[in-house]
């Protein structure tokens, strides 16, 4: 790390007691600084690790850190003996009034250069994870890269530094003050993916001609991080994911963006491409009465069943075949009289149909159903 | 191009920070080729470059600038195009101070020439597509015209780009023209990422009009003499029209060019009236086609754009000017819809003849708790035009609680659309008047359950 910012300073304990903190005699020589370890494991914080050598004096020695410049939680830094371990004794730490600095008071049973590691919390350092996808031509694979950036507005230079991540190889760069770093962080390829197509009753138009723009029907990839799909050696961190297509004529397009959080192992990560307009949606209620009415003695309606039917027909314009995800909902207590398709039930209101559309197809799916025992 | 600049800087800076103001330049490579893909539903165009570079063995610093653009700087890649295996990125450094350069380091095994692919998204630059149609004297129907206009506002002339426009809707999650002015390519830790406002300098730069013109000329003498073709294909969820060649579209202008050859296209004039889409007594006259073979079309999709609609009136080709809309996406086979406005030259009158309740129940303290209401309504049409026209009249009813309607008179063809919607469809002779009856009998209160 260049000394730029930060200042280590060892010093007699005497020299401390006998003058105020605000004009303390700083003595000795600056250690030198052995190699620094920035971890970027945690998505808020980053945390340096530094490692250096204290020349120290037989009795009380005080380590002085002080740090100008730069932002560094001062709860969070430590000091930890590597070699002397069972010799050195770390007897306080203070933090002198009006100075971002903090003394650390070390026993030493005789003089000794001792290996110490310092690390804190560095504001305004950390890490982005961006993802690039290149689907086939006929989206059924993926070649995925996951790019490292860091980006460091510490107010802190740092030379030739080992980055560590949570997963995956140590990188050594080095990164400035005010520098944004791009790097490559794995790539995988041949990854099967899934694309779907879904829409949901409850929040698209039933009847697109009504609308003045396109209905979209929103497009999905879905990768597995498992291993048996390709992936699977670690969570995917968050971030976002562009994807493009070969064209087949040696170029790419780019399909669309989207953010993911992090994708546990097991788990899918499911990316929003952008919305079809080849594929259109239609609903209609065909019917819609009250039946198995039940009144009180003053003849008012006290409870009734309703019988209702839901037409959806789905049109596929385009030469290719999909798969579409159709949810509906049906609040309340309910009966399927007839259904024309299966569906997986989600929850207690949730119907989920899962719909391979051939080129050019048209398909409709009718939900004749009872919603019970409503009241007026 | 004007403003990206390229620079191969010599290896031995890559073993100390580099300093800003000492460049080693070695080489400022040409470019070899360029292709634009322009989006139209989002200021977007993904640009990629073919370069040759001449590297060194080990490690090679390339610097790329383009102040002044509006390139994405978060989207930039770089990749060999010839021995991938033998030229590795390392990394790629925004570094600090300087705005709009990136550093790539790469480490090559091999010395000499190595042909590079650059990509990266950029703002400024649109497509969009407009029609042109003429209807036939008769209305029967229309001649089509598409057209696609590509505009370059980016800061950049981009010549001899091969150009390629797609038609579909993308997903983004940010803004290509903010990305482009951030002063830290991928924002600052913890903070929000401060746009500065859209740079003056376009404006400024603008080329004189002279040299511009001259651009033009220089233009039209390349172009070749017959319109260029536009090749179509799908992929994935978008359309991707290439346009044939190469365009030069210096920046600040235009260019406007066939998208299909005309098509003379059979249409339906509708004219509708639906008082819940439409508002009371408004009739709305509408053309209507569809994306297919029998109408002439139906090779692909028809991006949406603003369709103007023109009538010949007579043999020397004199206009008049119908209406225009923008119409939306069209995909192949489905019909399209061209809304040409309010009209007064079909009337419709919907008129409640009657209305009369019966069939009363009560309950045991002799309250009313049922009954039925029975509506009877008259509905004259009147087409005051010189040409036959159909007429599509949508009724609502009040709820689905009701017994089968059945329309009396020439109501044409009759259909219950869905639960409570009725639809009827006439077909009218120029300056006839039809009028048909129905009667809707709604069942209120108890009388819902007693049918």
Sequence with gaps: MNPRHLFIIVSLLAAMAATPASARIKLTALPDRAAAIIRLDNPTFTLVEEERVLTLQQGVNQVDFSWKGVSINDDSIRLTPLNEKDQLVLLNVSYPPNEAALVWQVSAPQACNARVRISYLLMNIDRLVTYKGVAAQDESKLNLQSHLVLRNFSGEDFALSKILLNYGEAFEKAVRDGETKQLLFFQKNGLPIQKTFKWDARSKPWDPELVQDNVGIPLYYTLHNSKEKGLGENALWGGKVRVFQQDGHGSTIFLGEDAIGLVPVGDKMELYMGDSRDIVVKQKKTMDRMVNVRRNTDQNVVLYDNEEQIETTIENFKDKPGTIVLTQSIPGEWEMLKCSGAYDLKDHETLEFSIDLKPKDRVTVVMHYTRKNLRP | ?451
């Design chain 2, 1 to 451: 191009m004007r403003r990206i600049l390229w620079f191969l800087l010599a290896a031995p800076f890559l073993l100390a920070f580099p300093a800003c103001g000492g460049i080693d330049l070695v080489t400022l490579p040409e470019r070899d080729s360029v292709q634009l893909t322009i989006y139209n539903s989002a200021d977007l165009t993904l640009a990629r470059e073919v370069r040759k570079l001449t590297l060194q063995k080990g490690l090679n610093k390339l610097s790329f600038g383009w102040a002044n653009t509006l390139i994405d700087p978060t989207s930039l890649s770089l990749r060999a195009v010839e021995h991938p295996d033998q030229v590795e990125l390392l990394d790629v450094s925004y570094p600090p101070g300087v705005n709009s350069e990136a550093v790539w380091t790469v480490r090559s095994e091999i010395e000499g020439e190595v042909l590079v692919e650059i990509l990266f998204f950029t703002s400024g630059i649109n497509w969009r597509a407009f029609y042109q149609a003429t209807l036939a004297p008769d209305e029967k129907d229309m001649l089509l015209e598409g057209f696609v206009r590509v505009t370059n506002g980016s800061g950049e002339d981009y010549d001899n780009a091969q150009t390629r426009l797609i038609v579909g809707r993308i997903h983004l999650l940010d803004q290509i023209a903010e990305l482009a002015q951030r002063s830290e390519p991928f924002g600052r830790p913890g903070m929000a990422v401060p746009v500065p406002p859209a740079p003056a300098v376009f404006a400024e730069r603008r080329m004189a009009k002279a040299q511009m013109m001259d651009m033009a000329c220089e233009m039209v003498a390349g172009a070749a003499v017959a319109p260029k073709e536009i090749i179509k294909e799908g992929l994935s969820e978008y359309f991707l029209y290439t346009i044939e060649g190469t365009e030069s579209i210096p920046n600040g202008w235009s260019k406007r060019l066939p998208s299909f050859k005309p098509v003379r296209v059979p249409v339906v004039n509708l004219y509708k009236y639906d008082d819940r889409r439409f508002g009371d007594g408004v009739v709305r006259r509408l053309l209507y086609f569809k994306n297919d073979k029998d109408h002439h079309l139906g090779k692909t999709p028809l991006p949406d754009g603003q369709v103007e609609v023109f009538r010949a009136l007579d043999a020397e080709q004199h206009l008049s000017f119908e209406g225009s809309q923008y119409v939306k996406y069209i995909p192949v086979e489905q019909e399209a819809e061209v809304d040409l406005g309010s009209t007064e030259q079909v009337k419709v009158e919907p008129k409640l003849m009657k209305m009369a309740t019966d069939r009363y129940t009560f309950n045991a303290d002799k309250n009313v708790t049922g009954w039925d209401e029975r509506e009877d309504w008259a509905i004259e049409v009147k087409n005051f035009r010189d040409l036959p026209v159909r007429v599509e009249i949508t009724r609502h009813m009040k709820h689905p609680h009701a017994d089968p309607v059945k329309p009396a008179g020439d109501c044409g063809q009759f259909e219950k659309k869905d639960a409570q919607t009725l639809r009827f469809t006439l077909d009218l002779q120029p300056h006839e008047t039809k009028t048909f009856k129905y009667t809707i009998t709604y069942h209120e209160g108890k009388r819902r359950d007693q049918r």
